[in-house]
């Protein structure tokens, strides 16, 4: 069980740490979600009762995060995973009076406008957010001075910059990686636009070997995971950090 354990780690993420790593593997859509949410979450300032779209809130894990740990009332919105599978694993994790899930798509949200004290986005921007007009559209959900938060598979350098995918990259997501943006892209993406200050802006420390413990532990946790899993862990171990991260962003509504 060394690799589970692994992802029980409170001296880097106290609350994460409370969370079995079996059941979050479960629920797996994508690297440590926790970890990342976490990270992110020191830079918003969450409240008890306070109204959160997670959007891209895929199996839910961090919709129950969200509710269990800052007492919020959440909306877990997502277009691949079933309103009513989701609301079980709510329902299992004594958090189905605070969340409700909906199944919806980033560019036709189902919701009033102002209706949000904060967005948050985890693992799944990079999927919908890049276009130079999705900001404003979606900053329209939040109340004056809400707040906006997401994680993101990043790079270290622009692809446009580096002339190219790198290779050991490319092998693995193959175009993907054109829309891992660095924290600085994102900031300027954000700020342009006049609608929102962005409150922080950076790559996770060493977001690469959280990754990489996570694909380890899922070979752990699903041994026929091996094939997938492996091709992951080669890019990482290949990249080193040199290229690879995760983008974390947080701003506010003007």
């Known amino acids: 069980m060394t690799a589970l354990n692994d992802l029980v780690r409170p001296d880097r ?43 891209g809130s895929g199996r839910g894990a961090t919709s129950v995060f969200l509710a269990r740990e800052y007492g919020a009332q959440v909306i877990a919105a997502d277009w691949w995973i079933a309103s009513k599978d ?16 909906v199944r919806a798509e ?3 949200l189902p919701f009033e406008e102002e209706s949000f004290d904060a967005i948050v986005s985890i693992d799944a921007f990079e999927y919908f957010g890049t276009a ?19 994680a993101t598979p990043a790079m270290t350098r622009e692809v446009r910059e580096l002339g190219a995918i790198p290779p050991h990259i490319k092998k693995v997501v193959g175009w993907e990686a054109i829309a891992w943006h660095t924290a600085d892209w994102w900031r300027f993406q954000w700020e342009i636009t006049e609608l929102v200050k962005v409150t922080s802006a950076s790559l996770q420390q060493d977001a690469w070997r959280d990754w990489l413990l996570w694909t380890q532990a ?9 094939s997938a899993n492996q091709a992951v862990i080669d890019m990482l171990t290949t990249d ?15």
């Open 13 to 55: 993420y106290p609350l994460s740490s409370r969370y079995d790593p079996a059941w979050l593997l479960d629920l797996d859509m994508g690297p440590n979600p926790l970890w990342l949410l976490e990270d992110l979450a020191q830079n918003l300032e969450l409240r008890p009762g306070m109204r959160i779209l997670d959007l």
């Open 106 to 108: 980033a560019h036709a």
């Open 132 to 150: 130079d007009n999705y900001l404003p559209y979606l900053v329209r959900f939040l109340r004056p001075g809400g707040q906006l938060g997401m």
């Open 240 to 254: 080193a950090g040199q290229f690879l991260s995760f983008a974390l962003v947080t701003a506010r509504r003007n």
């Open 218 to 226: 899922g070979i752990e946790h699903q041994p026929d995971s091996q």
């Open 86 to 101: 989701a609301a079980t694993v709510f329902t299992k994790a004594g958090v189905g009076d605070q969340v409700t899930a």
